[in-house]
């Protein structure tokens, strides 16, 4: 008796993009950041906005023996639904990481270190690269994002510069 052919996980059809979610984009990226390569994909969600937004096209960089620091955003399985998630680093403490959304007030997640993936080292908007804020001011946006006042403070901050960049555009 023929053994039945088994079936792929995903397929591409050529001249498409190649969609994955929940467990094989994990096993996708897992693969990828192994070989010490950045991965490329386009975000889904609105947890990280204004820095990551829906659609973003966000490149996610192995560890390479760093460890993940105060304000860092990282890639890491979500403990409970074993799905990619992208957020930010809020508190560390023995080995635990706890990692919050930008645009969430109420979720902290517990990360254990084998649970990270890698860092978000760079994001594109309409082809143009996002500024991330991974520098010092990382330290400040972990702080308000861990009190729960980072959205409440970019709201009216973003209607005061939103006229201007919409000018600069034209």
Request: charged residues 25%; proline residues 8%; positive net charge.
């Given at each position: 008796?023929?053994?039945?052919?088994?079936?792929?996980?995903?397929?591409?059809?050529?001249?498409?993009?190649?969609?994955?979610?929940?467990?094989?984009?994990?096993?996708?990226?897992?693969?990828?950041?192994?070989?010490?390569m950045?991965?490329?994909?386009?975000?889904?969600?609105?947890?990280?906005?204004?820095?990551?937004?829906?659609?973003?096209?966000?490149?996610?960089?192995?560890?390479?023996?760093?460890?993940?620091?105060?304000?860092?955003i990282?890639?890491?399985?979500?403990?409970?639904?074993?799905?990619?998630?992208?957020?930010?680093?809020?508190?560390?403490?023995?080995?635990?990481?706890?990692?919050?959304?930008?645009?969430?007030?109420?979720?902290?997640?517990?990360?254990?270190?084998?649970?990270?993936?890698?860092?978000?080292?760079?994001?594109?908007?309409?082809?143009?690269q996002?500024?991330?804020?991974?520098?010092?001011?990382?330290?400040?946006?972990?702080?308000?994002?861990?009190?729960?006042?980072?959205?409440?403070?970019?709201?009216?901050?973003?209607?005061?510069?939103?006229?201007?960049?919409?000018?600069?555009?034209?």
């Amino acid at each position: 008796m023929k053994p039945e052919p088994t079936r792929p996980e995903f397929s591409v059809i050529k001249g498409s993009d190649l969609s994955l979610s929940g467990q094989a984009l994990v096993e996708l990226l897992r693969a990828v950041l192994r070989k010490g390569m950045p991965v490329r994909f386009q975000a889904k969600g609105f947890s990280m906005s204004p820095f990551i937004k829906n659609k973003d096209v966000v490149t996610i960089s192995p560890l390479g023996g760093k460890r993940p620091g105060l304000g860092n955003i990282i890639a890491f399985v979500h403990p409970e639904t074993g799905g990619l998630c992208i957020h930010r680093i809020v508190r560390q403490k023995d080995g635990i990481y706890v990692a919050k959304g930008d645009n969430i007030s109420e979720t902290d997640e517990c990360v254990p270190t084998e649970s990270i993936l890698g860092f978000a080292t760079r994001v594109e908007r309409n082809g143009k690269q996002v500024f991330l804020f991974l520098g010092p001011e990382r330290y400040l946006i972990a702080f308000l994002n861990r009190r729960g006042l980072l959205f409440p403070l970019l709201l009216p901050l973003w209607r005061v510069i939103r006229p201007f960049l919409k000018r600069s555009a034209l």
